[in-house]
């Protein structure tokens, strides 16, 4: 038990996938499965072979590209063809694996099955046999085993053990477990499974319909288990399945506690979630554990105190650590004077003496209270006006007006722009109307910046719905982010925009001072 090291299946491709409105073409999966070698899963499970031709295909080209380095499987019912199916399309894998699913509750063997539970032992076992006759690593999946009678669940695993199997996985297919409970199964088993065979690995899948599937998985790692199966952004049927970088970031953060670990690349995560993201056009929750915008994002003034003093006081791991950039204040009507005066000193400016500085913070709620979030630009303004800065030292970028023109031929953005004393005038065509507003914003601006992320949402309902954009640009090999919040969404892309590119303005002035 010393630090062993878990096996981390990712199901994304297949589990993931059987979300309603996630579908995937092949050139996505082909992406997707990419990432997953870079994050360094040991396996990723690319599909249901049998399920469709397209479905067959696009798990032979996965094999193609990176099947010589990760092993492959892909799932199969308890049938001859099903096998067959997974088996001809992994089969050129370096370390090809072929995962059977039957169902061992009660409710699954007579209300799916309509046969009596000797009979359906026997499918499993006949399809493991059949199974080793093609390739010598075999899971069995005892789907539903949460909820079957111990006592056959176990009988099956001995079952299908003997005939071959060297995987056997424990699914809580309908998410009905609690983690103390679902944990001591997982111990159970655990104990048997070494007597009969301690060369077979057991593994689990958990799903999350009570939003206990992270906690389930850890419980079962505890007690045992030595593979996980997990899906990124904890996509998967229903309420979805364990989250890969909840699990992963669990036992890396707990290491101690769980005596092992992964091998994992956790700066991937970050990359991985948004990727997966981008590609299914599912968003993750905002607080959503790990990958959420506001995971690492503090907003507290009490919070924003101690972590200026000392990022462990409100931070057990860095975003550093999942890929991500480091944390984020965000300046609100709650942040206290901590936080403003930090964001005052990272622009290179000196806060003032006491009675000045809590001029300049009470200023600074004022505009808090009336536009939910202040950004650095908004800092910047308050400061040059407080201090009566002189206007043509005022070199941030201010949007005075804008026309965007949607159409299928010629999306057309004009834009009027001010800096200090100077106005710009300039238009671009591209290809939609966000994409010729900043084709104009970066001509008129004069920086080469790449966008990396565009994300808009609605903070509220109705046709005055109030917009987020949320952007992260690249400029100079710097990462900088742009916020803003209108009820016009093409008026929030611009500011967004701008709010980035006056980032990277102050950073270079800063830089400078």
């Known amino acids: 038990m010393n630090n062993r090291k878990i096996i981390v299946l990712d199901t994304t491709l297949r589990d993931g996938e059987q979300v309603p409105g996630a579908k995937l073409n092949v050139q996505q999966k082909l992406e997707v499965a990419q990432q997953l070698k870079r994050l360094n899963v040991d396996i990723i499970e690319a599909g249901f072979a049998a399920s469709s031709l397209g479905d067959f295909q696009a798990i032979q080209q996965i094999v193609k590209s990176v099947g010589d380095s990760v092993s492959i499987t892909a799932l199969a019912r308890a049938v001859k063809s099903d096998i067959d199916a997974v088996y001809e399309s992994i089969k050129l894998a370096q370390n090809p694996l072929i995962h059977i699913v039957l169902g061992t509750s009660n409710v699954h063997v007579e209300k799916k099955f309509n046969r009596s539970k000797d009979?359906?032992?026997?499918?499993?076992?006949?399809?493991?046999?059949?199974?080793?006759?093609?390739?010598?690593?075999?899971?069995?999946?005892?789907?539903?085993?949460?909820?079957?009678?111990?006592?056959?669940?176990?009988?099956?695993?001995?079952?299908?053990?003997?005939?071959?199997?060297?995987?056997?996985?424990?699914?809580?297919?309908?998410?009905?477990?609690?983690?103390?409970?679902?944990?001591?199964?997982?111990?159970?088993?655990?104990?048997?499974?070494?007597?009969?065979?301690?060369?077979?690995?057991?593994?689990?899948?958990?799903?999350?319909?009570?939003?206990?599937?992270?906690?389930?998985?850890?419980?079962?790692?505890?007690?045992?288990?030595?593979?996980?199966?997990?899906?990124?952004?904890?996509?998967?049927?229903?309420?979805?399945?364990?989250?890969?970088?909840?699990?992963?970031?669990?036992?890396?953060?707990?290491?101690?506690?769980?005596?092992?670990?992964?091998?994992?690349?956790?700066?991937?995560?970050?990359?991985?979630?948004?990727?997966?993201?981008?590609?299914?056009?599912?968003?993750?929750?905002?607080?959503?554990?790990?990958?959420?915008?506001?995971?690492?994002?503090?907003?507290?003034?009490?919070?924003?105190?101690?972590?200026?003093?000392?990022?462990?006081?409100?931070?057990?791991?860095?975003?550093?650590?999942?890929?991500?950039?480091?944390?984020?204040?965000?300046?609100?009507?709650?942040?206290?004077?901590?936080?403003?005066?930090?964001?005052?000193?990272?622009?290179?400016?000196?806060?003032?003496?006491?009675?000045?500085?809590?001029?300049?913070?009470?200023?600074?709620?004022?505009?808090?209270?009336?536009?939910?979030?202040?950004?650095?630009?908004?800092?910047?303004?308050?400061?040059?006006?407080?201090?009566?800065?002189?206007?043509?030292?005022?070199?941030?970028?201010?949007?005075?007006?804008?026309?965007?023109?949607?159409?299928?031929?010629?999306?057309?953005?004009?834009?009027?722009?001010?800096?200090?004393?100077?106005t710009f005038t300039g238009t671009s065509v591209g290809d939609g109307p966000i994409d010729a507003l900043y084709g104009v914003l970066k001509t008129l601006t004069g920086m080469d910046v790449e966008l990396k992320d565009y994300k808009i949402n609605s903070l509220s309902r109705g046709t005055e719905a109030v917009g987020r954009v949320s952007i992260r640009m690249e400029y100079q090999g710097k990462i900088f982010s742009g916020r803003a919040m209108d009820t016009d969404i093409i008026k929030a892309s611009a500011l967004a925009f701008l709010n980035g590119i006056n980032a990277a303005v102050l950073d270079e002035q800063t830089v400078l001072r």
């Open 119 to 422: 009979a359906v032992m026997q499918m499993g076992v006949d399809a493991v046999k059949y199974a080793k006759t093609l390739l010598p690593n075999v899971q069995y999946s005892t789907e539903d085993a949460a909820r079957s009678e111990f006592e056959y669940l176990w009988s099956t695993i001995e079952a299908v053990v003997k005939a071959g199997a060297t995987m056997i996985n424990v699914p809580d297919t309908v998410g009905f477990a609690v983690p103390e409970e679902f944990g001591d199964l997982i111990r159970r088993i655990n104990e048997r499974l070494k007597n009969l065979n301690d060369k077979v690995i057991l593994s689990v899948h958990c799903h999350n319909d009570l939003g206990m599937a992270t906690a389930n998985t850890l419980s079962a790692v505890r007690n045992g288990a030595d593979k996980v199966e997990c899906t990124i952004n904890g996509l998967g049927e229903r309420a979805g399945n364990a989250s890969l970088e909840e699990v992963v970031m669990g036992i890396k953060v707990r290491e101690n506690y769980y005596n092992c670990h992964t091998d994992i690349e956790t700066k991937e995560i970050l990359r991985s979630s948004k990727l997966v993201s981008l590609l299914t056009g599912l968003d993750v929750q905002v607080n959503k554990a790990i990958t959420g915008d506001n995971a690492f994002a503090h907003s507290s003034g009490i919070h924003q105190d101690g972590l200026l003093k000392d990022k462990n006081v409100y931070e057990i791991m860095s975003p550093e650590d999942i890929g991500g950039d480091s944390m984020e204040l965000i300046l609100t009507a709650r942040s206290g004077r901590h936080a403003f005066k930090n964001a005052v000193e990272k622009m290179g400016f000196e806060p003032g003496d006491d009675e000045d500085f809590e001029q300049l913070f009470q200023q600074f709620l004022t505009l808090a209270d009336s536009k939910k979030e202040v950004y650095d630009h908004d800092v910047f303004y308050l400061l040059t006006q407080h201090r009566d800065i002189p206007e043509t030292d005022r070199q941030l970028f201010e949007l005075e007006s804008f026309q965007v023109i949607s159409n299928e031929l010629y999306p057309t953005a004009t834009v009027v722009l001010k800096k200090g004393t100077e």
